[in-house]
């Protein structure tokens, strides 16, 4: 069936506009005054409101705002019990470590296959109503090969985007032989969850792994066909940018800590960073200053980090909120990132944007214009959301 959305007030595509539309210099190809004609699962027309073709059906948007649906390229969703102690004690401020993880190990381990799989589609719903319709999912809440590979079968349930992240840190059994604990990931561990998975993470991070032990299992992800991401540079300066560059990784997540020649080299590359607002709010560090990157030419993504330790928030619009007032981006900049960015990371083109041919994936806001996602924070906004053509809010 045809769908017809007419009457939009600000259209944000993330594609050029239409010759004969006045664009001038806007990253989000915005459209007034526009309609978009959607035909099964796929975007068939955009175009003016007075120029949009017939359709079965027909949705008056009455001047607000939309917007293509929120990529979130980084999320840890499939995990048992929560660490509200320790976000408490931080806020009293003792120091956000890595460590912490290994407490939600322990949960993650002893919660049966259903109950990890209602609590993940708990957070989706949570995600598809602030506007989220395309989510990637982390394991590395396992740390052993039975239940890594629980982690990445549930997430491939609703997903098509699972990376195996079992080098998330290293287990308490494996204390003080992290080489070992690497052979486990990148065999045994690796052949039960490779099966599952699209992408291969690694945390390469004082903490949890050296970069020598970041490019063992990186390399042999990528000789079982998965696609490399690296966590890297959260918690202080090191080589794991460099290493995902060279790798080709997909993106580098957090980038917290980074220096001129991280700068220059993600600039010069493919390589996504995808920035996590909701980290530096719960974990009270400093805020990578996105001004400085988008200015040097790097491709920016942001995503929430949905887990129950360095970031629990699944809501995209408070963290392009927190993007625009604490990490110097303008709101169209910031919505880019959240859309057409995520995408970047996730190496996809047919969602990100609103153009013929792409995937139906569209968030109609009770405002008037994109910029209220920052301006209001904390109002829920969304109206309605459509994922592959069917309106799922």
């Known amino acids: ?3 017809l959305i007419t009457n939009i007030g600000e259209l944000t595509t993330n594609a050029p506009v239409p010759e004969h539309v006045e664009a001038g210099d806007d990253p989000c190809g915005t459209l007034h005054d526009a309609a978009v004609l959607i035909d099964g699962d796929r975007i068939a027309w955009v175009g003016p409101a007075a120029d949009a073709p017939d359709a079965e059906e027909t949705i008056d948007a009455e001047g607000r705002a939309v ?8 999320s840890h969703l499939v995990f048992g019990g929560d660490r509200a102690a320790e976000f408490e004690a931080r806020m009293q401020g003792q120091k956000y ?5 290994r407490s939600t190990v322990a949960a993650t381990r002893a919660a049966t296959d259903d109950e990890l799989r209602i609590r993940l589609r708990g957070f989706l719903d949570e995600m598809l109503a602030q506007g989220t319709t395309t989510v990637e999912i982390k394991s590395g809440y396992g740390l052993d090969v039975a239940t890594e590979e629980r982690l990445v079968r549930l997430a491939a349930e609703v997903t098509p985007e699972v990376t195996f992240l079992g080098a998330h840190v290293v287990p308490a059994e494996y204390a003080d032989r992290g080489d070992d604990y690497v052979a486990l990931v990148t065999g045994e561990m690796l052949d039960a969850c490779a099966p599952h998975a699209k992408w291969i993470d690694v945390f390469c991070e004082t903490g949890a792994f050296t970069v020598p032990q970041s490019r063992r299992v990186l390399e042999a992800g990528i000789a079982r066909g998965l696609q490399p991401r ?5 918690l202080g300066p090191g080589e794991g940018v460099q290493l995902a560059v060279e790798l080709g990784a997909a993106s580098i997540d957090h980038g917290t800590y980074l220096t001129e020649d991280d700068v220059t080299a993600l600039a010069g590359s493919e390589t996504v960073l995808t920035l996590l ?5 719960s974990t009270r560090q400093p805020y990578p200053d996105a001004r400085r990157l988008i200015d040097a030419g790097v491709t920016v993504a942001i995503a929430c980090d949905t887990n129950p330790g360095s970031s629990f928030t699944s809501s995209m619009p408070f963290c392009i909120a927190v993007a625009v007032r604490d990490m110097r981006m303008t709101v169209a900049e910031a919505i880019h990132a959240a859309t057409a960015g995520g995408a970047a990371a996730l190496r996809r083109t ?11 994936d569209l968030v109609l806001l009770k405002s008037p214009s994109r910029v209220h996602l920052a301006y209001r924070p904390g109002v829920p906004l969304v109206d309605a959301v459509w994922k592959d053509g069917v309106r799922a809010v």
């Open 1 to 3: 069936m045809r769908i």
């Open 67 to 74: 917007i293509p649906g929120f990529v979130d390229s980084h």
């Open 97 to 101: 470590a890595a460590g912490g993880i």
């Open 230 to 234: 690296v966590h890297a540079s959260q």
């Open 277 to 281: 607002p909701g980290v530096e709010f």
């Open 350 to 360: 047919d969602i990100g944007r609103i153009a013929p041919g792409l995937r139906a």
